[in-house]
């Protein structure tokens, strides 16, 4: 969708539409591995819960086209664990795993 919106612990929002980013997916799965993006010059991962796939979300079929998976976003390189957090990553896994702004709103 080309936004990314990140609160922190402070409940404070940073919304950017300067977003680009990439999808590892899990050899010969349609899950993601990880998700990469750059969100204004800064690097961001996704790291997905081994037990967060949602398989039962979009009833079957459309699924396979959009997996999604909860788990956690962080910096590249953190090395704090959160105590408590909610995310949410859905790819476009049948085609299409990068992303390249191409228009801005």
Do not use: C, H
């Not at 080309?2 to 300067?18: D, I, V």
């Not at 050899?27 to 991962?45: A, C, H, M, S, Y």
């Not at 998976?69 to 949410?88: K, L, S, Y």
């Amino acid at each position: 969708m080309g936004f990314a919106l990140f609160t922190n612990q402070r409940g404070e929002t940073n919304l950017s539409t300067k977003v680009s980013g990439s999808v590892k997916l899990i050899p010969g799965d349609i899950w993601p591995e990880t998700i990469q993006l750059d969100v204004d010059g800064e690097k961001w991962e996704f790291l997905p819960d081994p037990k967060g796939r949602m398989p039962d979300l979009l009833y079957g079929k459309i699924q396979s086209i959009t997996p999604q998976n909860e788990g956690r976003w962080q910096r590249v390189g953190e090395r704090r664990t959160p105590a408590v957090w909610f995310a949410w990553g859905e790819v476009q896994s049948n085609g299409r795993i990068d992303y390249r702004q191409t228009k801005r709103i």
